[in-house]
């Protein structure tokens, strides 16, 4: 790269034919390709996806030389220049006898690289082979949740106990679905699935209500994540708390959220619904007196839905939501002063002041508190006392 940016002049040419150039080493990625070069080099090639570069016209040469002709690095803008930035400095400083021990595991470093010899007429073949080098799934932070012990143990409980496939590696459904069609006698078959990462978002937004941080980014959930850190460590979480979670799911596909919603008010309000319906069980719980701490939220809600009653919970929640999003009803959401400040529903719903801060949606509060109490006296709060007792039918 040296050489080629001194007989060039401008080492950005060899990426004129890539979807983008060098993005900077502040980038996630690219500081975790330099981390590898400078701490494990030896390890490079295990880590890194490597690199495709088109030319012209391939050489060898007999000193052992591979001589491109007007090449170009369509693939790995990135880790090439990143390779280049740790290098340069580590190199081209002076010192060299500081790095002896570095150098030498340098020396067990490989690149992995594809190159395609294009032709000089080949620049068809160029634009498809850069379009597709640069169209493969991309591994989002997410994904790395196959890779957690806890979860691959409470996947295979989940699958025993309850029937229904626990995805924790992406595809895994679709690549379950397809092994059953071709082995229909074999058991288990599975009828359903639930992805282990949005059930980890159902139980932040209910259990922990915090829907605005499930309705925003995805990465405090993923492992690392703040969220991720804070609800994997902690004892209430298990194969029970995932169970209840899909059984929520399960209870909001009926109301049709998100794309499918029929209903301006069931757009966004996913997360929402948790919260409320979360809300509205530990309240009656509440005042009870029965116990209503994270983990009996999880048992009452597998409890309730054996009981057929847990749509009663959610009737309730979906009414609240749909009232709320009723303009010019009382205590509607667009009367919210935290509304108010944007216009915006999105970012109204995704503040961590919503709920918690009566400076920001008295309003929800309000209908959160009526709705509490028109639940307590509906004809079927006996029933799920009954069911939820201590004492009894448990």
């Known amino acids: 790269m040296q050489a080629y940016k001194k007989s060039s002049g401008d080492l950005d040419m060899l990426y004129d034919k890539n979807v983008r150039k060098f993005l900077g080493h502040r980038r996630k990625v690219n500081k975790g390709i330099e981390h590898t070069i400078e701490h494990y080099p030896e390890r490079f090639g295990l880590y890194n ?45 002076g010192g060299k006898g500081n790095h002896l021990q570095w150098l030498k595991r340098l020396d067990e470093a490989v690149v992995v690289t594809k190159i395609v010899v294009v032709g000089d007429e080949g620049e068809g073949l160029l634009t498809e082979t850069t379009r597709y080098t640069n169209s493969q799934n991309a591994v989002s932070d997410k994904d790395f949740i196959s890779l957690e012990a806890d979860f691959r143990h409470w996947a295979s409980l989940f699958n025993d106990r309850y029937g229904v496939f626990l995805e924790i590696q992406r595809g895994a459904w679709d690549a379950r679905k397809a ?15 639930a992805y282990a990462f949005d059930l980890l978002k159902v139980y932040v937004a209910g259990w922990l209500a915090e829907p605005g941080a499930a309705l925003g980014s995805n990465s405090p959930f993923a492992p690392g994540g703040t969220w991720f850190k804070k609800v994997n460590g ?60 994270n983990e009996d939220i999880s048992r009452s809600i ?93």
């Open 49 to 93: 996806n490597g690199i495709t570069i088109v030319a012209e016209a391939v050489e060898s040469r007999a000193d052992g030389l591979t001589v491109l002709s007007n090449p170009y690095v369509v693939n790995g803008c990135q880790t090439t220049r990143s390779i280049f930035l740790v290098l340069q400095q580590k190199l081209n400083s």
């Open 179 to 193: 092994w059953q069609k071709q082995n229909p006698l074999a058991q288990p078959l599975y009828e359903e699935s």
């Open 234 to 293: 902690s004892p209430d979480f298990g194969v029970e708390a995932l169970y209840a979670a899909y059984l929520l799911q399960q209870l909001a596909e009926g109301y049709k959220f998100g794309r499918k919603s029929e209903k301006p008010s069931r757009s966004l309000t996913r997360f929402l619904f948790y919260t409320v319906t979360v809300d509205l069980l530990r309240n009656f719980l509440l005042m009870q007196d029965f116990a209503h701490d």
């Open 302 to 394: 597998a409890k309730l839905n054996d009981a057929g009653l847990l749509q009663e919970i959610g009737l309730c929640a979906i009414n609240l939501i749909d009232d709320y999003f009723r303009q010019g009803s009382e205590d509607s959401l667009f009367d919210e002063p935290g509304f108010r400040k944007t216009h915006e529903v999105r970012a109204f719903l995704m503040s961590e002041k919503l709920i918690k801060d009566e400076q920001y949606s008295p309003g929800l509060k309000a209908q959160l508190n009526y709705a509490r109490r028109d639940f307590r006296r509906s004809p079927v709060a006996e029933q799920i006392k009954g069911r939820l007792s201590p004492i009894g039918t448990l």
